[in-house]
């Protein structure tokens, strides 16, 4: 495992137009409505590591998921895999290889297998699109797959309609293993399961990921499945990453006042009592974002500074308070303890 | 709302200009339109003179323009059948027909959505069943069935009403009604009922289906679970989002309630647009057929467009939607 | 009493000269009035002319009936008749051939008028019932002295306005639902009907109208679709007058084109050779046509012109149907196994006319024709076949009246050449059906007025266009006319529903 | 680690079964034959609409004449009531029409015309439906505007009155050609041209909907092209509906046909359909010949009928939200 | 014991379907009492949704209550007629859904909605009504209730539109709140504020709470009581400290094993294989055997009733009391440390993970 950052994501943005239609824009005197769902995402992601983003609904994670795999074209910035850049034109033949090493899993279980294929065809589908068997020697690599994933090779016959819905994310991972993908983006792959199945799922990821050398981009909003997976964690608020640490100080000395307040809204299975503050507000229009810091209006710390300067992210937090100390490193000892 | 309203407008403009389109291309596509004028014996000149008359010597495109602005002034030419203003003529038939198809869909309505909320409310009961069937039955039978059957049994069986026509007709202004008279009340009652089956079977399955989807939705079963009455629930909370898809469709409906009525005007000689189509049809008297066309799809758009706004009275995430905040 | 009537066709305009179709004029007679009349057997009498004499062979005095009034109060004069005349024979009317072009109209006195030709003409005032007369003053103060055209592009006050002699008026007119007739308060009398107001609706599908019979919404209708008879008698207050029509139906044959439009035999004609044509006309069988398709309804023909026109047409008689025959004839002229023809046919014209063509279809299949059968509306129909759009027919059914009531009009327009472009002979012989010999008894006819004689030169003409199977005669149709029991009428073979003389209790 | 790989499949039902089951296996344990066997009236409708069916197909053979063929029909054999009716001819199971044709045999013959004008209208309709419809849910934006701004048009237009436009168009662009030549064109190209848009709106829908799921961004990954795209992974997947509105429409354009042909715009007297029957048999009803119209119109009310109760129960059975 | 406000007896609950009946209530028992919050988790599909209709009364055709009791206030409801039901509905029994975007009709005000019910079970007029409304608004933590009111659902974002439907299962102050995952949908933030909401108001008012969930992080916060649903039974009930830190069903075990929480710092979570049978399916015996480490021959043929732990002995049934209840056949088994056991095995599944 090199060192070298895997996966480059520079100032990434995506603008979104929600503008009413132009007649009624016209008449009602009102500009594009632009909603700035990713706004200057830079992260980077070494060989072999699970990178989580983690945030609250809205935060703009899929966003940048689907930017990273090209589902989507990002409005500015730039997506560099393994020296390759996914945006620039010039790399045109380049990507085009390795398109096939960036897969995807989705997090509706239910939706991400085409209901009317058979499984064994949905996995084959990628060895065949990318050639990477012959026809003869696909069925062999489906039935291989599929025991990887803890499924039976007869099990290619079924539809995915009879498999639960666990069964059917180890399909999906089967599906992206079976383009020989080594970074696989998974975006929500465990929230539509139950926990005992979640567990599974997270167990064979992680498996995977030591035996095949995978590197994750892992999106979630539940912190601790995050922190069980990734070893570096970048927190997503209104379309910026607030802040980016590895995850053991991430919880152990959460810096950003919103990491503070998610961490806070996490419910203390363990009873432990550690104490937590009430949390405040609810996360904005994303259509007509507070100015300066988004975060200004829900924040104990914030200042005039907050709401008029957008704080850049900077040794790893985004945080005018943090960047002046006036945020007191508020440690957390019981989960550092741990 | 303001928005919303000039948009369908110019949406509508747009329609009935590719109507307009059509209709000047029937013009063009039967080929010489003094051929269908002119009877036998005209000698060539006389031709030549027509056609001159009737500017078809210019190129396509002014007659277009030429055919357009009369149009929007409701003026379609001179039927080939009759001699006369196409706009008369159809101003005359106009509220025979609008009289038939405003009746047939306040029968379909009147008698179709209280039949699809008690079918769809007292599933499986006995009535509900002879609903469906009933109703199963007026999407099978086609209306020409329907109405030589009606009048077989009424008018020349039971001799109860009139086998044709308006009726005695009341003149107020330019439109004449049979609404005000015994005798044009009766004669409207079959061709009503013939032309309002289909539609209210329709409705009525259709207001079945949406009121059990609707039945099935969260907020009613929340709406139960708050211990609010059935009738509440059910006319209150549940009939009110019924009706919004059905609103849709019903709008959409009365395209065919006038396509339909062309039947039942046939039958039952019913003097309004419909007859006077299908006349036209059939000695290819192309002015009427183009303006036919054209009205049809102006009241089509009109009421559309009233359908919209009532979907935003009805409706206030789209009222929001549409008041440009 | 008011009178409600109803009928297959419509009064298509009111203009007088505009349309010259049998409903349109019926209905017109009850407005408008010709200088003659025709009575309840057809026979020709006074009209608004009181009398008319022949003072030399091209000069026809006629004296006018004094005080008559117009609708609108005018008195009929000398001048209205030649402004009639004048207007009838201008560009645009369909009646021009009612009057002779280089006739000219002199003004005698106020009541007197003559009429100069040319050339003799003893049939000249045949067809003048149905030549109407219009108010001159009226005309010209309403800007309606030209004939309104079947082609106008704009409306004119006389096709929605009609202003007559006869002995009703119209109150209103709505083309194509409803046309109402009060008793004409300046009518001369003296008066037979006893109606106040006659409501007349064109309906046009026939289930409707005998539904309206029967239900008792109508006291008249025109007419009675044959299969209906027996149901409309069996029913207690109303019944179907039955008659017989002058209308003789027949099938023709394209013979001019050396290629037919529509048929499998290329390069030729078929219909050129008579020995097709005889087999055509032996394939045929009225018999069955008449107790199936008229219910026995018809008078089979074997002429071109119905009996009771012609008095010498008991010496025709039709040969029988022979498919047997027809189909050895058809070998010898080359077609053993047949051929494939196309069949223009009305469907809403004459009585089963569809119905007469399909039967038509089913006996030429037997001698192995395959005719492929185009039935149409008779607006279709009518465009399709007539001269302005070039004959463009094969083999076809119509049917005729001789307008005149004479033979003469037959041979002239159904059976005479059509080879000069410059003369009306033939305009209506949609076959181009030629021979020379016929057409010069049919010149002799015309000016022949010693009866017994003319009627033998008829009956030559006939023979040889009965030799040469020229056309097809298949039956007279007959008048069927569903009336109300308490109405009393008179059912004149020519179909017109007069209003003069009906009565109703 | 071998203890996590070798996690057994959840013992499901479907997983108990030794091999995967075969298509045929499949359909006999599904919902939809367990419904269809649940409900007699279903049955009793299947069996009618694939009698009929069958019948018109098979007309040719099963029909004793072929009214079609004027040389084998005696105008002499005309207005025979129905066998058992008194003066009923034994040759003429249901009687004859006006012109002596044996009515079973034009039954069966003008059934299998309405049929196959109906089939192959809404095959045209079904086919540019759905193929506008994919392309403007799969598509959007401008194309998507387009077509389904000319849908609304088109919906202006019910059929009856596109066929009779159409219809008077023909006949005087093409004056020479008769009605049989015509009629069937006619007939077939109103109707696809006006039942498109029901499909399209159905695909376009749905297709929205689906382009949105995991499983095409999935092959999107893939490097699949747009158009495979929609052909195998969408298409399959929105075609569900539209098997209901096809049978409901099949109903559909038979009563059009019938309606037009009864409005004298359909097939000719010579090659009759259903709707022309009825329509002869109307000049009849006064008369007495009550067989002449009552049989066709029957036979058109049941199969109609029938077909619709198959889509009625089709739909209900499709619905996932009903089971 | 004062009496508790809701008790449910042996309750059955069974759809017939063409596939035969479905069994999704299988002798379901438990009791809340005053102000207390009974949590009730399960994977999906456990019948914990189910368990909340039968109270309330709402199970539909083709469901049906097949056998059982449900006791409010020691009085009968199951059986009453569907009107006198519909007078306990919303007035004694509140009751929450999931879902705040789908459970307010969206072509009626928020206010309209309220003052009907309220109107529906409390004898005030239209404007008294609408202050109470606007009273409930402000409770419920709603700001600029008075201006609120006349607003459509649409307007009004996730976590505010699940206030207002805790607003209307409030409105006649009922003696039970059913909540059914009221909080799912919402972000973690949104479903803190939720939770503490809902704790809140049954503190102050003394409403009793069955908190209907399968995040057991949910019941951790809010529940005093925890019943473990697996299959349409109750496997597992008691206080929520005991079974969260302690669970004594095998299950449970698992369960509690294979959540992730902020404090475990083991790399593997411990993982029940395969997945909860189907209706169709459900293995005789206890209905957990096929996934149990500790299946032996009387879990394959014998259902374990749900015993209390110190009346194992004395056989009773009464296994739904206030005490620490668990189904299963090895708290039965003479010489077997059953507790031991399951404990050791959670440590050793997380243990083997570390390992690999
Ligand atoms: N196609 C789109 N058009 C317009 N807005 C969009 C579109 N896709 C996403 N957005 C908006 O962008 C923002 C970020 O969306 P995104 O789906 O990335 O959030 P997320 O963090 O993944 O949330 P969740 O946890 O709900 O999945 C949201 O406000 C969303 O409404
Ligand atoms: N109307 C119904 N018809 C047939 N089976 C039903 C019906 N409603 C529920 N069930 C079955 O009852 C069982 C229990 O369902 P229930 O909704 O209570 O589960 P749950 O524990 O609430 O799950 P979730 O966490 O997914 O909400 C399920 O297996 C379900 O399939
Ligand atoms: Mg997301
Ligand atoms: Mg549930």
Known sequence: MSDAAFVQIRDLRRVFDVSKPWLERTLAREGHQLLKAVDGVTVSIRRGETFALVGESGSGKSTVARMVVGLLPPSAGEVVIDGVSMTAAKDAAARKKLRRRIQMIFQDPYASLDPRWRVGRIIAEPIRAFGLAKEQGVEARVGELLRLVGLDPADAAKFPHEFSGGQRQRIAIARALAAEADFIVCDEPTSALDVSVQAQILNLMKDLQERLGLTYLFISHNLAVVRHMAATIGVMYLGRVVEVAPARQLFSHPRHPYTRMLLDAVPDLAMSGRPRTPVQGEIPNPISPPSGCTFNPRCALANDRCRREVPPLKDGTACHAVHEGRADSQDMPEIAAG | MLAFILRRLFQSALVLLCVGVIAFALFRLVGDPVNQIVSIDTPFEQRQQIRKDLGLDDPSIVQFGRYLVKAARFDFGISYQFRQPVSTLIGERMPATLELTFMAALLSLVVGIPMGVYTALRRGSFLSGVFMSVSLIGVSLPTFLIAILLRWIFSVHLGWLPSFGRGQVVNLGWWSTGLLTVSGIKALILPAITLGLFQMTLIMRLVRAEMLEVLRTDYIKFARARGLSDRAIHFGHALKNTLVPVITIAGLQLGSIIAFALITEYVFQWPGMGALFLGAVQNVDIPVMAAYLLLVSFIFVVVNLVVDILYAVVDPRLRANMQAA | ?505 | ?323 | ?356
Request: hydrophobic letters at 40%; charged letters at 20%; glycine letters at 8%.
């Open chain 4, 1 to 323: 680690m071998a203890d996590i790989m070798t996690t057994p499949p959840a013992p499901e039902p479907a997983a108990a079964k030794p091999s995967p089951p075969g298509r045929y296996a499949r359909f006999r344990d599904s919902d939809l034959l367990a419904s269809f066997l649940s409900s007699k009236l279903t049955m009793v409708s299947a069996f009618i609409s694939v009698a009929m069916i069958l019948g018109a197909l098979l007309a040719t053979w099963i029909a004793p004449t072929n009214p079609f063929d004027p040389a084998s029909v005696d105008l002499m054999n005309s207005l025979y009531p129905p066998r058992w009716v008194e003066g009923g001819d034994t040759r003429f199971l249901l009687g004859t029409d006006n012109q002596g044709r044996d009515l079973w045999s034009a039954i069966l013959y003008g059934m299998r015309v309405s049929l196959i004008i109906g089939i192959v209208g809404v095959i045209i309709a079904a086919t540019l439906g759905i193929g506008l419809g994919l392309l403007a849910g799969y598509l959007g934006g401008r194309v998507d505007a387009l077509i389904m701004r000319v849908a609304d048009i088109q919906l202006t237009f019910p059929a009856i009155l596109i066929a009779l436009v159409i219809d008077g168009v023909v006949r005087s662009v093409f004056q020479g050609l008769g009605r049989e030549q015509t009629a069937f064109s006619v007939l077939v190209i109103s109707i696809g041209l006006s039942f498109w848009v029901q499909y399209a709106r159905t695909i376009r829908g749905s297709t929205m909907v689906e382009k949105n799921k995991d499983y095409v961004h999935a092959a999107r990954l893939m490097g699949v092209p747009a158009w495979l795209i929609m052909i195998r992974h969408v298409l399959p997947n929105v075609i569900g509906p539209v098997l209901v509105i096809l049978t409901i429409n099949l109903a559909l354009a038979i009563i059009t046909e019938a309606t037009l042909s009864f409005l004298g715009v359909g097939l000719p007297p010579t090659q009759p359909s259903l709707g022309t029957l009825i329509r002869i048999g109307n000049d009849f009803l006064f008369s007495g010949e009550w067989w002449i119209v009552a049989f066709p119109g029957l036979t058109l009310a049941i199969f109609v009928l029938a077909v619709n109760l198959l889509g009625d129960w089709l739909r209900d059975a499709l619905n996932p939200k009903l089971r």
């Open chain 3, 1 to 505: 009493a008011t009178l409600r009537y109803a009928n297959q066709g419509d009064l298509k305009s009111l203009d007088p000269y505009t349309l010259n179709e049998t409903t349109t004029n019926a209905h017109l007679g009850n407005v408008y009035e010709g200088l003659t009349s025709r009575g309840k057997d057809l026979a020709i009498g006074p009209g608004l002319a009181e009398r008319w004499e022949t003072p030399e062979p091209t000069r026809w005095r006629f004296y006018l009936r004094k005080g008559v009034k117009f609708a609108n109060g005018e008195d009929f004069t000398a001048d209205d008749v030649l402004f009639s005349a004048d207007r009838v024979r201008a560009a645009g009317s369909n009646f021009t051939t009612r009057v002779p072009k280089d006739a000219k109209f002199v003004k005698v006195d106020d009541y007197t008028v003559d009429v100069v030709l040319s050339s003799p003409n003893p049939i000249l005032n045949y067809q003048w019932d149905t030549w109407y007369i219009m108010s001159k003053k009226w005309a010209e103060a309403n800007n309606a002295v030209a004939p309104t055209p079947a082609s106008a592009t704009s409306p004119s006050y006389a096709s929605l306005n009609a202003n007559g002699t006869g002995p009703f008026r119209i109150e209103s007119h709505q083309p194509g639902v409803k046309t109402v007739f009060k008793p004409n308060p300046n009518w001369r009398g003296p008066t037979e009907h006893n109606l106040t107001e006659v409501i007349f609706t064109p309906i046009n599908s026939d289930a409707t109208r005998v539904a309206a019979l029967l239900s008792g919404e109508v006291d008249i209708i025109e007419p009675v679709p044959i299969q209906d008879i027996q149901r409309i008698n069996s029913a207690n207050n109303v019944q179907v007058l039955t008659g017989p029509e002058l209308r003789t139906i027949f099938l023709g044959f394209d013979q001019t084109r050396d290629e037919l439009l529509e048929s499998s035999v290329k390069g030729k004609n078929p219909f050129k050779d008579a020995k097709v044509r005889e087999a055509f006309y032996k394939a045929i069988d009225v018999e069955a046509i008449k107790s199936r398709v008229m219910r026995g309804l018809s008078t089979p023909s074997a002429l071109m012109i119905a009996p009771e026109l012609f008095a010498l047409s008991k010496d025709f008689t039709r040969p029988k149907a022979d498919p047997e025959g027809a189909k050895k004839l058809l070998a010898e002229a080359g077609y053993p196994n047949g051929f494939e023809v196309g069949m223009d046919c009305p469907t809403d014209r004459y009585v089963n006319d569809g119905p007469i063509c399909q039967a038509a279809v089913g006996m030429l299949a037997r001698i192995g024709v395959k005719v492929n059968l185009n039935a149409q509306p008779k607006a279709q129909y009518f465009a399709k076949i007539l001269k302005p759009n070039g004959y463009k027919t094969s083999f076809y059914l119509l049917g005729w009246t001789p307008g005149t009531l004479d033979s003469h009009n037959v041979l002239y327009d159904i059976m005479g050449c059509r080879d000069d472009a410059n003369v009306a002979r033939g305009e209506t012989n949609l076959g181009g059906y030629c021979n020379k010999k016929l057409d010069a008894l049919t010149d002799q006819i015309l000016v022949e007025t010693d009866t017994a004689k003319r009627n033998q030169l008829i009956k030559q003409a006939f023979q040889i266009g009965f030799d040469d199977y020229s056309y097809i005669p298949l039956h007279q149709q007959a008048l069927a006319w569903g009336v109300a029991k308490n109405v009393k009428l008179v059912q004149r073979a020519d179909n017109q529903v007069l209003l003069y003389w009906i009565k109703k209790d």
């Open chain 5, 1 to 356: 014991m004062t009496e508790p406000v809701l008790s449910v007896r042996d309750l059955c609950v069974e759809f017939v379907t063409r596939r035969g009946v479905l069994r999704a209530l299988d002798r379901v028992s438990f009791d809340i009492g005053k102000g207390e919050v009974l949590g009730v988790v399960g994977e999906s599909g456990a019948g914990k949704s189910v368990t909340g209709s039968a109270v309330i009364g709402l199970i539909e055709p083709p469901g049906r209550i097949a056998s059982g009791e449900v006791l409010l206030k020691g009085e009968r409801i199951d059986n009453l007629s569907p009107e006198r039901l519909r007078h306990i509905r919303g007035k004694r029994i509140g009751m929450v859904f999931q879902d705040p975007l789908t459970s307010l009709n969206p072509l009626y005000r928020v206010g309209e909605q309220l003052v009907q019910t309220i109107r529906t079970h409390l004898p005030l007029n239209a404007a008294q009504a609408r202050e109470r409304a606007i009273e409930l608004l402000a409770e419920v933590g709603i700001p600029a209730p008075e201006r609120r009111i006349d607003g459509y659902p649409h307007e009004f974002s996730g976590g505010m539109r699940q206030r207002v439907v805790l607003a209307l299962a409030l409105c006649a102050e009922p003696e039970l709140v059913i909540a059914d995952e009221p909080t799912t949908a919402l972000d973690v933030s949104v479903q803190a504020q939720i939770i503490t909401l809902l704790k809140r108001i049954c503190r102050e008012r003394g409403t009793a709470v069955m908190l209907i969930t399968h995040d057991m992080g949910v019941i951790a916060e809010t529940a005093d009581r925890v019943a473990v649903m697996y299959a349409g039974r109750v496997a597992e009930i008691g206080p929520v400290r005991d079974v969260v830190s302690r669970p004594f069903h095998p299950y449970a075990a698992g369960l509690m094993g294979s959540i992730p929480t902020l404090e475990t710092a083991s790399e593997r979570l411990v993982q029940i294989p395969g997945s909860m049978p189907r209706l169709n399916a459900i293995p005789v015996g206890c209905a957990f055997n096929p996934r149990c480490p500790h299946t032996y021959a009387r879990c394959v043929v014998e259902r374990p009733e749900l015993l209390g732990r110190g009346e194992r002995a004395s056989g009773s049934h009464d296994g739904a009391g206030a005490g620490h209840a668990v189904a299963c056949h090895l708290y039965d088994e003479p010489g077997v440390d059953a507790e031991a056991l399951v404990q050791r095995d959670k440590v050793a599944a997380a243990a083997t993970g570390s390992a690999a």
